[in-house]
């Protein structure tokens, strides 16, 4: 059985770990190689090299983990109760 809040706290702090390593990516490679866009289309209010859209990007793929642990775990334990000792 998986915990519901380590899960999400993992989750979620993998996210803002990650989107921080694409923008330091996008510091430190050339604009053709940016995927500035796709961080502008996928987190709401984004906007690249400002310091409200750092924080607020960094928040927003924070709970966007948080979010996938919070559905994921209750799934996850529903079905290993039910098929998790079923032989196969």
């Known amino acids: 059985m998986l915990n519901t809040k380590l899960v999400s706290w993992a989750l979620g702090l993998s996210g803002a770990v990650m989107f921080t390593t694409c923008v330091v990516y996008g510091l430190v490679t050339p604009q053709s190689l940016h ?3 796709f961080l502008e289309q996928l987190l709401p ?3 690249w090299l400002t ?3 750092f ?8 709970l966007y983990g948080v979010y996938a642990g ?3 775990v ?7 109760r039910r098929w998790g000792n079923a032989q196969s």
Do not use: C, T
Not at 55 to 62: D, K, P, R, W, Y
């Open 74 to 80: 209750p799934i996850y334990n529903f079905l290993q």
């Open 45 to 47: 209010a984004f906007k």
């Open 70 to 72: 919070l559905v994921y």
């Open 35 to 37: 995927m500035h866009e």
């Open 51 to 53: 310091w409200w859209g």
């Open 55 to 62: 924080l607020l990007g960094l928040v927003e793929s924070f």
